[in-house]
């Protein structure tokens, strides 16, 4: 890690190893945000930074936003940036990808550090406000590098390899994380829609048309007769007009014998007719011959 201003080199460190190596240092700032820079260190290169993310605060100040607060918590593993009250982890900077850090002496608010981002592989440089900690953050970011870097040492470089794998599975962790929560908002959303689509078994009940035995709609007087639609779903036929020739209720035209001609009817049907006619014949005659008697008989009284 570079450093953009010399300090002393008999001034003591601020924090115990301990502190650093078994736990975290916590500190409160600003966050201005972040933005692409084109060298992973350099003193301009953070000014243009915090020039740029400076006039995007006045901005966001003018229309009303208020820049936000997060917690930092700085150990030998890195950075992480934490919504304060949730503790989500917005960011988190693995130490060995920071390359350069600083405070500015012109705004003693005003602190920065470059960390290549895992995913880009691009250079973003962190731009925080603090009124009060800008130069203590800094100096607590240069010891966990000085004791990372003796951790280093002391291992033979296998604790690096260690942390970058930690840090990958912290990465994949907080991509599971955010991914289960994604899901679980589409689950809770599905399930409204099917309790808004569900229909409650009373309600669909009451709301048919009450039927007998056989299925059909008992017969009012006073309501006027209308057809029903079919049980498939299909519209009811219509009407039959007066003109058409009328079925009976197995669909055939009904019979009539004195309007039907001998060639419409079988043999064996025909001779029947014609005996039923000859029969019809007789019972005529007999009951003209009878009446004519009977009036004979009262014209002679």
């Known amino acids: 890690m570079n450093r953009a201003f010399n300090r002393k ?16 240092i916590a500190y409160n700032a600003k966050f201005l945000g972040h933005t692409e820079v084109d060298q992973p260190k350099g003193t301009e290169v953070v000014r243009d930074a915090v020039r740029k993310l400076k006039f995007q605060k006045h901005i966001k100040k003018s229309e009303g936003q208020k820049i936000p607060k997060m917690e930092l918590q700085i150990s030998i593993y890195g950075v992480k940036i934490l919504d304060p009250k949730s503790k989500e982890v917005q960011h988190n900077c693995q130490l060995h990808r920071i390359s350069f850090c600083a405070d500015d002496k012109t705004d003693k608010r005003i602190f920065t550090f470059i960390c290549k981002d895992s995913e880009s592989n691009k250079h973003l440089c962190y731009v925080f406000d603090s009124e009060k900690c800008a130069e203590e953050i800094t100096l607590t970011i240069g010891q966990a ?10 291992s033979g470089g296998k604790d690096v390899e260690t942390r970058k794998q930690i840090g990958g599975l912290q990465k994949r962790i907080q991509d599971l994380e955010a991914e ?39 017969f009012s007087p006073m309501t006027p007769l209308v ?25 055939a035209e009904p019979f009539d014998p004195f ?11 025909q001779s029947k007719l014609d005996e039923m006619q000859i029969c019809l014949g007789s019972a005529i005659l007999f009951a003209d011959g009878k009446l004519s008697r009977e009036v004979c008989f009262l014209s002679m009284l």
């Open 9 to 24: 080199k008999d001034k003591s460190w601020m924090h115990t190893p301990e502190a650093l190596a078994k736990h975290f």
């Open 145 to 154: 590098f000085d004791l990372a870097y003796k951790k280093f040492l002391e």
């Open 180 to 218: 289960n929560s994604e899901l679980k908002k589409q689950l809770q959303v599905l399930e409204e829609q099917l309790m808004i689509a569900q229909v409650p078994p009373g309600n669909s009940i009451s709301s048919k048309t009450p039927t007998d035995i056989f299925d059909m709609v008992p």
């Open 227 to 251: 057809p029903l639609p079919a049980s498939n779903g299909s519209a009811p036929p219509p009407p039959a007009r007066p003109s058409e020739i009328r079925r009976d209720l197995f669909g």
């Open 259 to 269: 309007t039907c001609g001998a060639a419409d009817f079988p043999p064996d049907i």
